[in-house]
Nanobody, 121 residues
């Protein structure tokens, strides 16, 4: 079982950038696939991105492609989500969520506490 601490959320204007961090303890970040989800008010939680443990391959929701980048730093045991060209529609609570598998397919097994991202003009 792991422990997750997300950080990096905040308030930005449209077009701005944020980098979210998910510091992991209890397992190595390349041991499990790790996802980022988000949940906006009144909406269902949706997967934004995932990085596979098998080969570090990544996948993104259509809304995130070309703007967001997921990465991991084994020395820091941290997964990042770099978010550029943020839009008002990106406003949500973002969650780090590992899955006890090498691969991204399937639901997460753990959830972080979430970090708020607010994009407004």
């Amino acid at each position: 079982q792991g422990f997750l601490v997300e950080s990096g959320g905040g308030s930005v204007r449209p077009g701005g950038s944020l980098r979210l961090s998910c510091a992991v303890s209890g397992f190595a970040v390349d041991r499990y696939a790790i996802k980022w989800f988000r949940q906006a008010p009144g909406k269902e939680r949706e997967e934004v991105s995932c990085i596979s443990a098998a080969d570090g391959s990544t996948r993104y929701a259509e809304s995130a492609k070309g703007r967001f980048t997921i990465s991991r730093d084994k020395s820091e045991n941290t997964v990042y989500l770099q978010m550029n060209r943020l839009e008002i529609e990106d406003t949500a609570v973002y969650y780090c969520a590992p899955r006890r598998s090498y691969y991204c397919e399937g639901d997460p097994d753990y959830w972080g506490q979430g970090t708020q991202v607010t994009v407004s003009s």
